[in-house]
């Protein structure tokens, strides 16, 4: 399988794309890694899920995108009494010259090209299921009508870690519809000294748009057409199906301690991002090191662990890091 970009095109776009992630990088500091992979998901066409303690800069850099991109984009802050009404819309009487006094929809937050849940995880399951056609499917349905969302269409979303008081789990549903689940920590005391330094009161300085709604799908059309080779493509596939214990040849560690596997969504997301990975390294094909490099992310929030594998400390992440040791690349 051959790429359908040129030498020359591949060094555009990765070029209009570093410039998105250089203002990232200046809108979080010392978090390279991180800014990437959220890029990686936007490219990618996905949502994405960031989970960390309140104060990491979550919210920030969720803004710095929306600032760069040129995105329409809209803030929702999830409570406890949030209903799905106040996400998605809801109909109200207006008075018209012509018809008198009748219903009309009137869009909730929903629909705006680039979306901020934040703190996604405070609000109660059935607003969180609020979110699931708009995500899978890019449509609201209200009463008896099916809206269209604008395009492109991104949720962004930060959630505080579930031990924390008054949140609530994301259903698995809700998380398999996130491309990316990322983990946000800390920065270094060199770095939290610079931001002491530059940013006595926290502000940042404001970010100039980079690009626009055309440019971003210029960049998500390049990552389509990013060339998959047959060998990867089928890793992703075996690297998928090895997390779901109900098939007779998964390892024995995910037969005894994963109770459900990833899914098809899964693999159609490792590969879109790993696409998405080689655009920005300026490469014009993936490789084994994308896949793996981002299976992390794409599978650990979608692999369901045991009550067993608590028990013996086992989680998502160090069953995802033993799976890239036990599938091989080619088979």
Not at 63 to 72: F, I, M
Not at 76 to 94: H, M, N, W
Not at 123 to 139: C, D, F, G, I
Not at 238 to 244: D, E, F, I, K, M
Request: proline content about 6%; some cysteine.
């Amino acid at each position: 399988m051959t790429t359908l970009l040129s030498e020359s095109d591949i060094s555009h776009f990765q070029s209009r794309a570093s410039e998105l992630l250089t203002g990232l990088n200046t809108a979080l500091l010392g978090q390279e890694e991180l800014t990437k992979l959220v890029l990686i998901g936007v490219l990618s066409g996905g949502h994405v899920l960031l989970e960390g303690l309140p104060g990491l800069g979550k919210t920030e850099l969720i803004k710095a995108l929306a600032a760069l991109s040129g995105l329409d984009h809209k803030r929702i802050q999830f409570t406890p009494d949030l209903l799905p009404a106040d996400i998605t819309g809801t109909q109200v009487f207006e008075e018209s010259d012509d018809h008198g006094r009748q219903l009309t929809f009137r869009p909730g937050p929903l629909f705006s090209q680039l979306v901020l849940a934040d703190e996604i995880n405070r609000a109660s399951p059935k607003t969180q299921s609020a979110l699931l056609q708009a995500m899978a499917e890019k449509q609201v349905s209200a009463f008896d009508q099916t809206y269209d969302l604008p395009q492109p269409f991104f949720v962004l979303a930060t959630q505080n870690p579930i031990e924390q008081d008054g949140t609530y789990p994301l259903p698995e549903a809700q998380l398999d519809r996130f491309a990316l689940k990322l983990s946000v920590t800390g920065i270094s005391t060199d770095t939290l000294t610079d931001l002491l330094r530059t940013r006595p009161h926290g502000i940042a300085t404001p970010l100039t748009a980079v690009t626009n709604t055309e440019g971003l799908q210029e960049l998500m059309q390049a990552v389509a057409q990013i060339a998959l080779p047959e060998a990867v493509l089928s890793y992703i596939a075996r690297l998928v199906n090895a997390t779901r214990p109900e098939l007779a040849d998964s390892p024995e560690l995910i037969q005894h301690h994963v109770r459900w596997g990833a899914s098809p969504r899964a693999a159609i997301a490792l590969g879109r991002s790993a696409c998405a990975a080689a655009l920005l390294a300026g490469r014009p094909s993936v490789g084994f090191t994308d896949v793996q490099q981002l299976a992390g992310a794409v599978l650990g929030h979608r692999i369901i662990c045991s009550y067993e594998a608590g028990l013996s400390n086992i989680t998502s992440t160090s069953i995802v890091e033993h799976l890239l040791s036990e599938v091989p690349e080619v088979c």
